[in-house]
């Protein structure tokens, strides 16, 4: 390993211990174990050699956002460390549902009818149940993917009762111009009046908010890898 190689895989070191100290203190501060938190590390558009190194520190929790990026990088990295949970946490096209079912292990954004059938079709034919997530537009911005509050306990009956999804939580993504603790709040409630315990949000911003709100899962990309120099 080249010096810079251990340079960069010193600085994801203590950018791993330094997320997961803030996680832990305020886990503590609202009287909830920081061992109920997975923190995931978010991989898009990061070279292999820093997925590598955080693999290497033990990490085995990582999201993407592109099926397609994800099977250039993962198929490798999956036989190489079995134990990896890679979750789609990007919008899915129902044309790559298949491709999504084979490679990933849990899918976070599932947002309309179309996708649920397409998904309960492709894992039926795949023989595999894979753990999915109803993505929540708590915002209702136009341009965004998820479903309305409004709409939500309807399409998770119907993807539970309908389809037979493994539907384990809800994900959101908060208007950046907004103060995000309104937004988790909104989907800790519809979680909890669906009976369902998961709820992935909260990013490098803003995840020790997510977790006073009750996140079970954190996306972290930039606070533990760096600033991505491309687009």
């Known amino acids: 390993m080249t010096s810079e190689a251990l ?56 999201g993407e956002n592109r099926v397609q990026e994800a099977q250039e990088k993962w198929p490798a990295l999956k036989e190489q460390y079995s134990d ?18 084979l490679l990933f292990d849990i899918i976070q954004t599932v947002d309309r009818p179309k996708l649920a059938r397409v998904l309960a079709k492709e894992m039926a034919a795949a023989g595999r149940e894979i753990p999915v997530y109803v993505q929540v ?21 119907e993807c539970r009762d309908d389809l037979g999804l493994n539907v384990i939580g809800l994900m959101c993504i908060p208007p950046v ?7 988790f709040a909104l989907l800790a409630k519809i979680a909890a009046r669906n009976g369902l315990s998961r709820l992935s949000m909260g990013m490098s911003a803003d995840f020790e908010t997510a977790v006073q709100f009750g996140a079970t899962s954190v996306r972290v990309g930039t606070a533990l890898f760096g600033t991505r120099s491309d687009p």
Not at 15 to 38: L, Y
Not at 137 to 157: C, H, L, R, S
């Open 177 to 183: 111009e907004e103060q995000p603790a309104p937004h």
């Open 137 to 157: 537009n708590t915002g209702k911005e136009p341009q965004k993917a998820g479903v309305f509050p409004e709409d939500t306990d309807g399409f998770i009956k």
């Open 84 to 101: 990896i949970e890679l979750h789609l946490i990007g919008p899915l096209q129902t044309n790559k549902a298949k491709d999504a079912v």
């Open 7 to 62: 340079k960069k895989e010193g600085e994801i070191a203590r950018n791993f211990d330094d997320i997961k100290s803030r996680i832990e203190k305020v886990a503590v501060k609202w009287e909830r174990s920081a061992a109920d938190v997975d923190l995931i590390a978010v991989s898009k558009r990061q070279p292999v050699a820093l997925i590598q190194a955080a693999l290497t520190l033990g990490h085995r929790h990582f």
